[in-house]
Every structure is written in C-alpha cells, then in structure tokens.
T-cell receptor
Framework: TQLLEQSPQFLSIQEGENLTVYCNSSSVFSSLQWYRQEPGEGPVLLVTVVTGGEVKKLKRLTFQFGDARKDSSLHITAAQPGDTGLYLCPPLGRLYFGRGTQLTVWP | ETGVTQTPRHLVMGMTNKKSLKCEQHLGHNAMYWYKQSAKKPLELMFVYSLEERVENNSVPSRFSPECPNSSHLFLHLHTLQPEDSALYLC?????????????FGPGTRLTVL
C-alpha cells in the first residue's frame, strides 16, 4: 500500500537556488518525520512535525505540516552542496519510507 | 555519532558464502530493526525486534536469518544469497515500537553478492 508520495522524485539544481519538495497522502497522520540520507550513509532525522499547520525551521530548511495533516513540504533556501541527499518523509512510527526525493546541489 | 553502529561497512560475498552483519546500539533502546535499501526502491522493512523478541517479519526469504541476543545487539546472518540481494542493509533502533517512537539509523552495510 502506497501510504504517501513524494515529489519530485529527482531534483538537480545549482548552488544558491531555492527549492521545495513535497510529501502527499490521502491519509491523515498524527505526525510526519523528515529524514536526509547522504550517499553511503543511513537516514538522519531532521525534524518531526506534529500539529496541523505547524512550521518548523532548521537554519535554511523550513518544514510545514498541512492543516489537514495529510501533506508536508520542505523548502530549502539558498541550497548548498551539503544539502545533497535523499529526503524521506515517513509517518512517525509507520515504518514506511516511500521513494523519497533525491536532491543534488551542484557547486 | 548516531549511537547506532554497523559492521562491516562494506561486504562482498559469493553466493555460497555465509556471513553475518552486526548492529549495536548505545542508546538504551528496546526495539531494533533491519531494513533493505536497493537502488531505485524504497526502504524495505525486513525485521522488527522488541525486547529481543521478533515482532515482525515482512515475508523475507529464509536465506536471511536475524538474531537478537540482547536489546543492544542485532545480527543478520546471510547464506546462499543471490545477486539481487545486493543492497544497503540498514539497522535502526527506537525506544519502543509504538507509533510515537522515533527511529535512529546506523550507517549501513553495503553488500555486494557476486
């Protein structure tokens, strides 16, 4: 069962550009997590969003949880090569990660 | 430092070999997990252990055999693997298995089956 979809699947941009990736579902979740997985490493938790409409900021990264708690977005301002990685948004505790968005930021 | 370590980081093995992957967590968690990550596929949950008891087994072939001797250690024993089993194998741990628990991942073992 496809619990959620992430888009775009691949994104390749130049350093300094802004970008947004999306995580959408037809189901309502109590909370969502965002992970980043760098090449050859395990996923690392970035943030957990819990409240509908919630916005959390982590330096240049802004995470938003939809009002209906069915979707979430991640906006990166002035992307840097260190942001390169696979971004995953599993529902908390559901153990399903989806395909993620593979982001590549070129110097 | 994530608190979850995996060894070896890289492993190349033939189809007739027997090898084991090791995971250790230093976080005092009670639940541990094995995931498989193949190219172009989502992370696939393989096994879940809670307090050393297997609580989930997602239709994984018997050539993969997990072992959890205590809540800090998790092994994945491999035998007669196939080339399609080549993947990144990730271990994770969490305080418990309830929906409120966040998972912490190890760096993974990159396995190549020749």
């Amino acid at each position: 069962t496809q619990l959620l979809e992430q888009s775009p699947q691949f994104l390749s941009i130049q350093e300094g550009e802004n970008l947004t990736v999306y995580c959408n579902s037809s189901s309502v979740f109590s909370s969502l997590q965002w992970y980043r997985q760098e090449p050859g490493e395990g996923p690392v938790l970035l943030v957990t969003v819990v409240t509908g409409g919630e916005v959390k900021k982590l330096k240049r990264l802004t995470f938003q949880f939809g009002d209906a708690r069915k979707d979430s977005s991640l906006h990166i301002t002035a992307a840097q090569p260190g942001d390169t990685g696979l971004y995953l948004c599993p529902p908390l505790g559901r153990l399903y990660f989806g395909r993620g968005t593979q982001l590549t930021v070129w110097p | 430092e994530t608190g979850v370590t995996q060894t070896p980081r890289h492993l190349v093995m033939g189809m007739t070999n027997k090898k084991s992957l090791k995971c250790e967590q230093h976080l005092g968690h009670n639940a541990m997990y094995w995931y498989k990550q193949s190219a172009k596929k989502p992370l696939e949950l393989m096994f879940v252990y809670s307090l050393e008891e297997r609580v989930e087994n997602n239709s994984v072939p018997s050539r993969f055999s997990p072992e959890c001797p205590n809540s800090s250690h998790l092994f994945l024993h491999l035998h007669t693997l196939q080339p399609e089993d080549s993947a990144l194998y990730l271990c994770a741990s969490s305080p418990g298995t309830g929906a409120e628990n966040e998972q912490f991942f190890g760096p993974g073992t990159r396995l190549t089956v020749l």
